[in-house]
C-alpha cells in the first residue's frame, strides 16, 4: 500500500517543521470533519509576497478529507471556493453533504481557505460589518452607500495598521498558494472544481501551472474575459426573465401568479415611490425597522436566484410584497444580507478591485441606460452602485493587475464546464465565452438551478464523476432531459 502523501508531510512536520521548498506544514485542528472520514488539518506557511519571499508570510489553512479506499487515487480532488472571500473549511459540512462525497470514495478531497479568508492568516474579515449589522439593516436606500462606505473604511484602516500588504491578495498568487499546498502535502498532479469565482481560480491555475492538473470542472463559471459588474443588471435580467418564463409555463404558477413579470416592474417602481416598512427582530438583535424599497426587493430577489429552494418561493414572496405582506420576504431577505457580513469582504474587495474593476472602470452605464429606457429606474441603481465602487477601490488604493489577468485562458486540459438557467450572476453565456478557448472542454446547462450547480443537481454530479474518472470522454448529459421540471409554491 501506497502511504498517503499527507501522512508522510505531518509526519515531517511533527518532527522536523516541513521545512521545503513550498512551504512549512503544520498540523491544526480540523473545525469541519464530515462524517464516515478521516479528517486531517493544518497550515501551510508560504510568502505573502512571491516577490520578495523573505519578508511577511501567510499562514493558509487546509482540510484534507481521506477516501475511503485502502488504496486512493494519487489525483486527490481541490474544492476552490467563490466569492472571492468565502472561507473553503466553513463550507465544508455543506458542500461535502451535498456532492463533495461523491468523489471521496477513492481520491482525498482537499478544501484550502484562500489567502485573507477562514482560517488563513492574515483575515481580511470587516468585522466592522458585522459589529453595524443592525444599522446596515435599517439602512434607507439613500444613505446605504455613505454607510458602507464608512464601514469598509474603517475595516481598510484597521486592517492597513496590521501591516497587510493588499496588493498581494489576487488570484496569481492565490494560485500559487494553492501549488504550494498542494506540493508540501506530496502531491504531484490533482484535479479541480471550482465554484465562482473558483472557477476563475481554476482559470488562473490552467493559464500557470497546466502541468499539474489532471482535470478541471468548472461551476457557475467565471471567465476572466467577462466584466461582471457591467453585465450584472444585464445577466439579472436574463435569469428573472427566464424565471418568469418557466413561472408562465408551468400550469399552477401562471394561474397563482398570473403575468408575474408585469407584477414585479410594476412593484419595483411603486416600491422606490412609496417603500414598505417592516418591522423584524432577528435572532440575537432587538427589533429592527426594515425599509423595502424597490432596489431592495430587487437585490434580494437576486439573491434568492441563486438557490433552487428559494427560487421556487420567488412568485409567492413577490405577491406577498404587492399585498402589502413582508414577513416572509423580510425573513428570507435579511438571511442573504446578513450572510454578506460572513464573506471576508477585505479579501473580496482587494482582489475585485484590481482585477475586475480597476481593469475596465470607463463602463458605459449611461449608454446602457439609454439603451434601456423601460428599466430607468431599474438600471439607475447600477450607476449609483458603479459610484459607490469607484469611491470604494479608490480607499482600497488597489492598482489594476497586468492585461493578463482579464485575458481568456487557453487550455487543453479536460474540462467540464456547468451552469445554470436562473444564474443570475455567472449565465451560461460566461460558459460559452471561457469554452472558445479551452481546447478539450464539455458544457451543458441545467435548466432548474442557480447559481452553484453541482450542490443543486443530482444530474451534475452524476456528470461530474464520470467526467473525474475518465476526463477525455464527454460526459452523459441525457439525465438534463429526464429532470423533472421546477415546482414553485
Known amino acids: 500500500m501506497i502511504m498517503r502523501p499527507y501522512i508522510v508531510a505531518l509526519m515531517l512536520a511533527i518532527t522536523l517543521g516541513a521545512a521545503s521548498a513550498q512551504g512549512i506544514v503544520e498540523q491544526a485542528d480540523c473545525i469541519a470533519r464530515p462524517a464516515g472520514h478521516l479528517v486531517r488539518c493544518g497550515y501551510v506557511t508560504l510568502p505573502q509576497d512571491y516577490d520578495n519571499p523573505a519578508d511577511s508570510k501567510v499562514e493558509i489553512y487546509f482540510s484534507l478529507?481521506?477516501?475511503?479506499?485502502?488504496?486512493?487515487?494519487?489525483?486527490?480532488?481541490?474544492?476552490?471556493?467563490?466569492?472571492?472571500?468565502?472561507?473553503?473549511?466553513q463550507l465544508l459540512n455543506t458542500s461535502f453533504d451535498k456532492y463533495l462525497r461523491a468523489f471521496a470514495s477513492d481520491r482525498d478531497i482537499i478544501v484550502i481557505d484562500q489567502r485573507g479568508t477562514g482560517l488563513s492568516n492574515p483575515p481580511l474579515y470587516c468585522r466592522e460589518a458585522l459589529f453595524r449589522l443592525d444599522e446596515i439593516l435599517q439602512s434607507h436606500h439613500a444613505d446605504y452607500a455613505a454607510l458602507v462606505l464608512e464601514i469598509l473604511t474603517d475595516c481598510h484602516q484597521r486592517l492597513s495598521a496590521k501591516g497587510v500588504q493588499f496588493d498581494t491578495f489576487h488570484s496569481e498568487n492565490i494560485a500559487r498558494d494553492v501549488v504550494n499546498v498542494m506540493l508540501s502535502l506530496g502531491y504531484e498532479q490533482w484535479n479541480l472544481v471550482g465554484?465562482?469565482?473558483?472557477?476563475?481560480?481554476?482559470l488562473t491555475m490552467m493559464r500557470d501551472h497546466p502541468q499539474y492538473l489532471r482535470s478541471v470542472i468548472l461551476d457557475s463559471v467565471y471567465p476572466p474575459q467577462a466584466d461582471i459588474y457591467l453585465d450584472a443588471y444585464y445577466n439579472g435580467e436574463r435569469a428573472l426573465a427566464a424565471l418568469f418564463a418557466a413561472c408562465e409555463a408551468a400550469a399552477d404558477c401562471s394561474a397563482q401568479y398570473p403575468d408575474l413579470e408585469t407584477q414585479f416592474y410594476r412593484l419595483y417602481h411603486q416600491l422606490n415611490q412609496t417603500p414598505l416598512v417592516a418591522m423584524y427582530t432577528p435572532r440575537g438583535y432587538q427589533e429592527l425597522s426594515i425599509e423595502i424599497s424597490g432596489y431592495r426587493m430587487y437585490d434580494w430577489v437576486f439573491s434568492w436566484l441563486y438557490e433552487v429552494d428559494s427560487i421556487r418561493l420567488i412568485p409567492r414572496l413577490v405577491q406577498d410584497l404587492a399585498q402589502g405582506h413582508t414577513q416572509n420576504p423580510v425573513r428570507i431577505g435579511v438571511i442573504y444580507?446578513?450572510?454578506?457580513?460572513?464573506?471576508?469582504?477585505?479579501?473580496?474587495?482587494?482582489?475585485?478591485?484590481?482585477?475586475e474593476y480597476g481593469s475596465t472602470q470607463n463602463r458605459d452605464y449611461a449608454g446602457m441606460l439609454q439603451a434601456h429606457p423601460h428599466?430607468?429606474?431599474f438600471l439607475r441603481y447600477p450607476v449609483e452602485g458603479a459610484a459607490t465602487l469607484t469611491r470604494l477601490c479608490d480607499l482600497w488604493q488597489a492598482k489594476a493587475r497586468p492585461a493578463l489577468a482579464n485575458a481568456p485562458v487557453a487550455s487543453d486540459i479536460p474540462a467540464l464546464l456547468l451552469s445554470g438557467n436562473f444564474d443570475p450572476i455567472t449565465p451560461p453565456s460566461y460558459a460559452d465565452q471561457a469554452r472558445e478557448t479551452l481546447s478539450t472542454a464539455y458544457s451543458f446547462v441545467l435548466p432548474h438551478v442557480g447559481h452553484g450547480v453541482l450542490r443543486s443537481d443530482r444530474c451534475a454530479v452524476r456528470m461530474a464523476k464520470s467526467f473525474i474518472i475518465d476526463p477525455l470522454t464527454e460526459p452523459d448529459g441525457s439525465c438534463i432531459a429526464g429532470a423533472r421540471p421546477l415546482t414553485f409554491e
Not at 477516501?67 to 481541490?78: F, G, I, K, N
Not at 477585505?346 to 475585485?352: I, P, R
Request: charged residues 10%.
Open 65 to 89: 478529507i481521506q477516501s475511503r479506499s485502502a488504496v486512493s487515487q494519487p489525483d486527490p480532488l481541490v474544492y476552490l471556493v467563490g466569492g472571492p472571500g468565502s472561507s473553503g473549511s
Open 195 to 202: 465554484v465562482s469565482y473558483g472557477s476563475r481560480l481554476a
Open 337 to 355: 444580507e446578513a450572510a454578506m457580513t460572513s464573506l471576508s469582504l477585505g479579501m473580496h474587495y482587494t482582489v475585485q478591485c484590481q482585477e
Open 375 to 377: 428599466l430607468d429606474g
